[in-house]
């Protein structure tokens, strides 16, 4: 269970921080007041293009950043005053989280189940199953380096999943991964997720959110401008539409542009150029 | 906790022993370098001392007296070439010295026989004139040949001429016997500049490693995977620094080890006359004795730990190892400058001086070397240094729990 409550985060930066971004304020604020709640046995997913702080948000949810206002529970556990509890329970994945390429997939996984504070019979069973549903079996013991993108990415994710948590957080899962791979880390997640897990995911990519997630929250600009299954966020896109021809909107692509568009309409009469 | 900083010292190390590129770079190539630097440094310095002893010097002779040409030629000389020569010549002569193709002219005074058998306490003595060219290391030789060897020899002949015994001249003899603790003799000796390279060696060793451990994993995100498990990040932390404790440590070993290798070919470096000659016998048993060894030990593990909290406090800061590279540019220089004002001065230095992190560190292992150590010295530059020590730590530790240091935010 994760719950988002108010969650707003500013970032301060620094005059360096301000002439490489072009920015003229001191402050950004990446996430401006969002609320969700991700339920155990379900999908959440997070919808928004690059930079509407779907990622800072999740980094917020694992601790990594701690909110400048509201408060996030995971499995009740506060996230700012609580961090190792929740960490305890969680697994974060994003692009940006590494394995050392010079270690093998074996000592990797071991390391990260005794940072788990796992017995090593318990790392090792976990390991062998973990492995064997992504395939690494057979390169358990060549270095990370030399491991195909795709290898390496299932062996990220493998190694996220060691102490078999409760809650699954995945920024892009999919991202930059070949068809076969994806299809094996979204079967995976349906997997966890009828093992009563829950499982945050972030994405841009509607069509593997629409097959993938029971609830959605669509983030533009730090906000939440839809949320709830795929018949509400639909809806939600046909009511407001001044043309009312919900008709067009067939699917999720089409109501996250038409999000889009009301938002960028909202940003020019309010004199905000983009 | 504690288990925590075992589990990530473990993998720390891990990371640079079971890595080639590593190993090499922190524990062979220092020694190796060092034992190839020093011991073609001390071949070549041996083959030209050597040279210079070999040489035959070059001198021409003007105005020579009927005496000195008699002198010589009942005393040859072995290792010099004295040639007969017309004063005319002079000016030319000269041009040869410049051109180093002469070592040295000896020019009598004219009438030099005759002032000297004529010599009265008032008149003027008979005078000789060397030339030589100062920019020559043969021609500066060839002078100390002639003042200290040939001439010194030439003149008690005619004194005994003059006298009958020479040793009318002396009225006394002096002669001198070293009183001083031949282990610190011998401590001085390599206490002078030891502390120096060792403090050098460890920051290197520290800084080889310490930019990549923890800026290089801050840029390639491998630090981040570590920070979304339950692991304190002081654990992680402290697992870093003593690990790259540990490397500093043993990469300045092999480091002395190198200068240990490189000792028969590198005699200039640690060959101390004064301890040779008193101390040679004592030198051999003071290196081994336990409390020696503790001390030294003692001193560098403290030393070590300034250097690499120093190094990741840099590193942390950091965003990447190129940044890190530039600022712990200046801190070495700083180190390398601490160290070497440590190498002058005379005499005992104040206690107050090894409470200066770092220079203090640096004087107490060269007082340690060469017995001169207190307890005092000891117990206030160790305090010092827990204290700056504390403070390095408790700001690495405050870093690492900065989501805008760790993740640039």
Same mark, same amino acid.
């Given at each position: 269970?994760?719950?988002?409550?108010?969650?707003?985060?500013?970032?301060? =930066?620094?005059?360096?921080?301000?002439?490489?971004?072009?920015?003229?304020?001191?402050?950004?604020?990446?996430?401006?007041?969002?609320?969700?709640?991700?339920?155990?046995?379900?999908i959440f997913g997070l919808l928004g293009p690059n930079g509407a702080g779907k990622t800072t948000t999740l980094r917020c949810v694992s601790t990594l950043l701690s909110p400048s206002e509201g408060d996030i529970r995971v499995c009740g556990f506060d996230t700012a005053a609580q961090g190792v509890e929740v960490r305890k329970r969680i697994a974060f994945l994003t692009n940006e989280l590494k394995l050392d390429g010079h270690f093998t997939p074996r000592y990797t996984i071991r390391y990260f189940g005794s940072l788990y504070n796992m017995a090593p019979e318990e790392i090792e069973a976990r390991a062998a199953s973990l492995f064997k549903t992504f395939g690494i079996e057979g390169f358990q013991d060549t270095k990370i380096d030399d491991l195909s993108t795709g290898m390496k990415q299932k062996l990220s994710i493998a190694v996220s999943l060691i102490h078999d948590p409760e809650v699954v957080i995945f920024d892009e899962p999919t991202n930059g991964l070949d068809i076969i791979t994806a299809r094996t880390v979204t079967d995976y997640l349906m997997s966890l997720k009828a093992e009563g897990k829950t499982i945050i995911v972030s994405t841009h990519i509607m069509s593997v959110a629409e097959k993938l997630c029971d609830r959605f929250a669509v983030i533009l600009g730090g906000r939440i401008v839809a949320q709830g299954t795929l018949e509400d966020v639909l809806k939600a896109a046909g009511s407001q539409t001044q043309d009312?021809?919900?008709?067009?909107? =067939?699917?999720?692509?089409?109501?996250?542009?038409?999000?889009?568009?009301?938002?960028? =309409?909202?940003?020019?009469a309010s004199g905000v150029i983009s | 906790m504690n288990r925590e900083i075992l589990t990530v010292l473990r993998k720390e190390?891990?990371?640079?022993?079971?890595?080639?590129?590593?190993?090499?770079?922190? $524990?062979?190539?220092?020694?190796?370098?060092?034992?190839?630097?020093?011991?073609?440094?001390?071949?070549?310095?041996?083959?030209?001392?050597?040279?210079?002893?070999?040489?035959?010097?070059?001198?021409?002779?003007?105005?020579?007296?009927?005496s000195f040409a008699t002198y010589i030629e009942h005393h040859p000389q072995e290792d010099m070439t004295?040639?007969?020569?017309?004063?005319?010549?002079?000016?030319?002569?000269?041009?040869?010295?410049?051109?180093?193709?002469?070592?040295?002219?000896?020019?009598?005074?004219?009438?030099?026989?005759?002032?000297?058998?004529?010599?009265?306490?008032?008149?003027?003595?008979?005078?000789?004139?060397?030339?030589?060219?100062?920019?020559?290391?043969? %021609?500066?030789?060839?002078? %100390?040949?002639?003042m200290n060897g040939l001439l010194e020899d030439y003149e008690a002949g005619v004194l005994t001429t003059r006298f009958g015994d020479a040793s009318?001249?002396?009225?006394?003899?002096?002669?001198?016997?070293?009183?001083?603790?031949?282990?610190?003799?011998?401590?001085?000796?390599?206490?002078? $500049?030891?502390?120096l390279l060792l403090s050098i060696f460890l920051f290197a060793g520290g800084m080889g490693v310490g930019l990549d451990a923890i800026a290089g994993e801050k840029e390639r995100g491998t630090m981040a995977t570590m920070l979304v498990t339950p692991v304190r990040r002081e654990a992680i932390a402290f697992g870093k620094l003593l690990s790259l404790g540990v490397v500093?440590?043993?990469?300045?070993? %092999?480091?002395?080890?190198?200068?240990?290798?490189?000792?028969?070919?590198?005699?200039?470096? $640690?060959?101390?006359?004064?301890?040779?000659?008193?101390?040679?016998?004592?030198?051999?048993?003071?290196?081994?004795?336990?409390?020696?060894?503790a001390a030294l030990l003692f001193i560098s593990?403290?030393?070590?730990?300034?250097?690499?909290?120093?190094? %990741?406090?840099?590193?942390?800061?950091?965003?990447?190892?190129?940044?890190?590279?530039?600022?712990?540019?200046?801190?070495?220089?700083?180190?390398?400058?601490?160290?070497?004002?440590?190498?002058?001065?005379?005499?005992?230095?104040?206690?107050?001086?090894f409470g200066i992190p770092i220079y203090g560190n640096v004087m107490l292992m060269k007082m340690s070397l060469s017995y001169e150590m207190t307890w005092q010295m000891l117990a206030l530059n160790t305090g010092v240094s827990l204290v700056f020590l504390a403070i390095l730590v408790a700001v690495i530790r405050k870093m690492f729990n900065s989501e805008r240091v760790m993740f640039n935010a």
């Open positions: 269970m994760i719950e988002v409550n108010g969650l707003v985060k500013i970032y301060k =930066l620094t005059k360096r921080q301000m002439r490489q971004r072009k920015e003229k304020d001191k402050v950004k604020i990446a996430v401006d007041g969002i609320t969700f709640e991700a339920r155990p046995g379900e009312q021809v919900p008709d067009t909107i =067939l699917d999720l692509e089409d109501a996250f542009f038409r999000f889009y568009q009301r938002q960028e =309409l909202e940003d020019q | 190390l891990a990371r640079v022993f079971t890595d080639r590129r590593l190993v090499i770079s922190a $524990f062979i190539m220092p020694a190796l370098t060092i034992a190839l630097l020093y011991g073609v440094m001390g071949v070549m310095i041996t083959r030209m001392v050597e040279d210079r002893q070999e040489h035959q010097t070059e001198i021409a002779v003007i105005d020579a007296p009927a004295l040639q007969l020569v017309d004063a005319s010549r002079l000016p030319e002569l000269k041009g040869l010295l410049f051109t180093g193709e002469l070592d040295a002219v000896l020019a009598f005074d004219k009438g030099f026989d005759t002032q000297l058998i004529n010599y009265k306490s008032e008149t003027k003595q008979p005078g000789i004139k060397i030339y030589y060219n100062a920019a020559e290391d043969y %021609s500066v030789d060839a002078r %100390s040949r002639l009318y001249l002396t009225a006394f003899e002096t002669s001198d016997e070293v009183v001083a603790d031949p282990k610190k003799v011998a401590g001085k000796g390599i206490g002078s $500049f030891l502390p500093a440590f043993l990469s300045s070993i %092999s480091t002395m080890i190198g200068m240990v290798a490189s000792a028969p070919f590198a005699t200039f470096l $640690f060959s101390n006359p004064e301890a040779e000659s008193e101390g040679a016998a004592a030198a051999a048993g003071f290196m081994i004795s336990p409390g020696y060894i593990i403290v030393l070590t730990m300034l250097y690499v909290a120093l190094i %990741s406090l840099v590193s942390v800061y950091a965003r990447n190892v190129k940044e890190a590279g530039t600022y712990i540019t200046p801190v070495y220089m700083l180190v390398m400058l601490l160290g070497v004002l440590t190498t002058f001065g005379t005499g005992q230095p104040a206690l107050w001086v």
